[in-house]
């Protein structure tokens, strides 16, 4: 069975939580504690070097990067739904993957654990930084439903969590409604469950 290390309040491991579930794959779920350091523990670090969650075993198979996982479980699980079978369907998804990684966390995922968490960073930029990435996306999302391709992707996946739960970092969605009719569609999908709340 797929194990997945797991922070609830995590919007990484959040997106891999909420692939499993568009994909009804059944996976146990292994607690880890961020806010008493349990990922940096020498037990943890034999599994992660980096000291982070989440981390995905599936059998002999440990991948320890969030955008990773996406890839891995809908080329190994997803079906024709999910999987990416041609260069340019894939490299089109990779992009964004690259984007929710870099540009998303440095704005939106960055205020967020600033307002959560307490984490000391510069707040305007984070905030500046949000708010430019999600002008450049609710542009790209004017005269389409889903990121890439004509179908929900590990692009809306990968990009999701952070965007849909900008509140917490006390970024209005208001001025992006293509955005916000992007993010009921996500909620729509089978499967989907809900975003981790404090």
Sequence with gaps: MLKLYDFRLSGNCYKIRLL???????????????????????KFLELNQWGQVPVLVDGDLVLQDSQAMLVYLAQHYGGKSWQLNDAASLGSVMQWLSIAVHDIKQGLAFARVYHLFGRQLDI?????QAHAVLNVINQHLAQRNWLELDRPTIADIACFPYIAMAEDGKISLVEYPHIVNWIDRVKQLPGYIELPSR
């Design 20 to 42: 499993m579930s568009l994909l009804n794959l059944e996976y146990e779920s292994i607690p880890v504690n961020l806010l008493s350091g349990e990922q940096k523990t020498s």
């Design 124 to 128: 305007e930029t984070a905030t500046a």
